[in-house]
């Protein structure tokens, strides 16, 4: 056997033996490409993107720019950059009570964001040393007879969330509109809603008796007219004028006007829900990722 062939023969094994190595990955540049492109691990530089934020370009397109921005010094102790959400400090835990064993807990979300965003809420977390509470849909709208569909809670710039650990009169999570006022005539809401209804234009209302107008006068901002009022029985004017003042006429008269939502979410727990301690706890506000948005403690 010559060196020729010797050559030849070592030059095919060398061959074969490449093609092979290669075929199982360790030559191939491209065959480990896989690993980064369906890696699902969280680092410092992942684009932090999804249906919590909508700012004045693509939905979640700033959310790393955001995080980005961060300052290291704000970051809280035992967290690290990678565990903050790009929403950090947009939204705040503005107040927590956190009860007895004989009074309900409360606490109370607020949202500071640029003119132009839009921040879903819903299911992100609040938790403490004793559990988690994950904040839930609501109704935007509240109609009349009270079958509005519940949607996700959107924050704007200024809004504010009250959580009680009571029952919900409703039956669901709202936001406060100008004329539910009317509905604490026949509601007991615990907490109250405490708020005023729309002024009343008496001005325009001339073609009432001047004994309407009188009494229409001595009426509550939110005061519903009595079974018996001192009218006229032939006063039907007034009596049909007198049948709208409720909750379903002022959102009939009021449902389109700029500020008849109001910038207040109310969520209810529901009872025996306390879930942080009655003495002291770290409470975390954490986005749809697990990511700190807020932190509070006491």
């Keep these: 056997m010559n060196a020729r062939f010797v050559g030849i023969l070592i030059l095919i094994v060398a061959l ?3 093609f092979y190595f290669s075929r199982a990955g360790g030559l ?4 480990n490409l896989h690993l980064f492109s369906n ?17 004045p370009g693509p939905e979640g397109n700033n959310s790393q720019t955001e995080t980005a921005m961060i300052n290291e010094a704000d970051i809280p102790t035992g967290f690290t950059k990678s565990q ?3 929403y950090f400090h947009k939204v705040r835990l503005d107040y927590i009570d956190a009860g007895s064993f004989d009074e309900p807990m409360s606490l109370g979300i607020g949202a500071d964001l640029s003119d132009t965003e839009r921040l879903d809420i819903t299911n992100w977390k609040i938790q403490g040393n004793r559990g988690t509470y994950i904040i ?13 569909g519940e949607a996700d809670i959107i924050l704007k710039t200024g809004h504010r969330v009250n959580i009680n650990a009571t029952v919900s009169p409703l039956g669901k999570n709202i936001r406060v509109n100008t004329c539910m006022g009317y509905l604490e005539n026949h509601i007991d809401f615990n907490p109250g809603l405490n708020i005023g209804c729309p002024d009343r234009n008496l001005n325009g209302l001339s073609q009432l008796s001047g004994q309407c107008q009188s009494y229409l006068e001595s009426l509550g901002s939110c005061e519903e ?3 018996n009022p001192p009218l006229a029985a032939n006063d039907y004017t007034c009596r049909t004028y007198l049948d709208k003042l409720n909750y379903r006429g002022c ?3 009021h449902r389109t006007d700029s500020d008849f939502l109001v910038s207040e979410w109310r969520i209810w727990m529901g009872q025996n829900n306390n879930f942080l301690d009655f003495e002291h706890d770290r409470v975390l506000l954490l986005d749809t990722k697990g990511l700190l948005v807020d932190i509070y403690t006491y």
């Design 28 to 31: 191939n540049p491209l065959a």
């Design 39 to 55: 890696n699902s691990t969280t680092t410092e530089n992942d684009t932090l993107v999804g249906p919590d934020i909508f700012g």
């Design 225 to 227: 007219p009595g079974n």
């Design 84 to 86: 903050i959400s790009p």
């Design 136 to 148: 839930p849909r609501a109704v935007n709208i509240y109609e009349p007879t009270g079958l509005s």
């Design 251 to 253: 959102y009939d008269s």
């Design 16 to 18: 074969v033996a490449a």
